[in-house]
């Protein structure tokens, strides 16, 4: 197992819940306050950040993003990747995914392939994941041609989480999409709790500390925010600390 993977194994055994923070490197316009920002963010208590996505992205302005996280932070900076372009030596990690629940050829095996011998000789760390997009109003849900699971049906969310699990895939990843109008259900994380030993993403649309709360509650391991950071600071501190404190 790689640096990173045990790094999120021994904090998940600890019975912590973990918060990643998600910067689009196409959303930073000012990257001389990205280092302030990623401090910040770092005495709250985050536990690692992601860096992707869906448009826009190039590989130097994932590079240039991820070597200030790391070098501000000292935390392992994780490429969230939309699509190849975000790949970037600068970081440590990369979320390798499976758009699980994609009609798209490209998005369950075409990327990978193009990306492994990167990932290869850029030397990241690849944690093997499966995504699940729930809604379908979403950027990453048109993007990724997306069949969306039904908010009722916890069922089909498990369905697919058992059969990453099976895949040998040591994540599942669920995703409202970013900016969306609603997280995920937290039936999901919840049954996927009970019946599986994955390790829980839930990301999209979480922008209080109740919502984030209750979703690590329910079942996730791992609470990923992302709009908020851009939009409320002093909001994105408080969901931090709040999942760090359960
Ligand atoms: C998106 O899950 C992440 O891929 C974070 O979503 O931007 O809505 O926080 P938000």
């Known amino acids: 197992m790689g640096k990173v993977a045990n790094y999120l194994k021994e ?7 973990l918060h990643f923070t998600l910067i689009d490197p196409a959303k930073v316009d000012d990257l001389s306050v990205l280092e302030k920002l990623a401090l910040r963010l770092h005495d709250a208590g985050t536990d690692a950040f992601l ?6 992205v190039s590989p130097e302005s994932a590079g240039e993003v991820s070597t200030i996280l790391k070098k501000a932070t000292g935390l392992p900076v994780i490429i969230f990747p939309g699509n190849i372009n975000c790949l970037t030596p600068k970081a440590d990690a ?3 995914m499976v758009l699980m629940n994609s009609l798209e050829p490209y998005y369950l095996i075409q990327a990978q392939v193009q990306a ?4 290869k000789k850029y030397g990241l760390e690849p ?16 993007v990724g041609r ?4 039904p908010p009722e049906k916890p069922e089909i969310a498990l369905a697919y989480a058992l059969a990453a699990e099976m895949m040998g895939y040591r994540f599942i990843y669920l995703e409202a999409g970013s900016g969306a109008s609603k997280p995920v259900p937290e039936t999901f994380p919840q049954l996927i709790k009970k019946h599986s030993g994955i390790t829980i993403i839930v990301g999209g649309g979480i922008k209080s500390p109740e919502t984030a709360n209750r979703l690590a509650k329910a079942g996730a391991d ?17 969901i931090i600390r709040s999942v760090k404190s359960l």
Do not use: C, M, N, W
Not at 127 to 136: F, I, K, Q
Not at 146 to 149: A, E, F, G, L, R
């Open 116 to 119: 492994a011998p990167l990932v």
């Open 11 to 17: 904090k998940l055994e600890r019975g912590e819940k």
């Open 127 to 142: 944690l093997p994941t499966g995504y699940l997009v729930v809604y379908g109003d979403t950027a990453v849900a048109h």
């Open 146 to 149: 997306v069949q969306p699971i």
């Open 51 to 56: 860096v992707g996505g869906s448009i826009g």
């Open 94 to 96: 990369v979320l390798f």
């Open 222 to 238: 791992i609470i990923v925010t992302g709009t908020i950071v851009e939009e409320d600071i002093e909001k994105a501190v408080s």
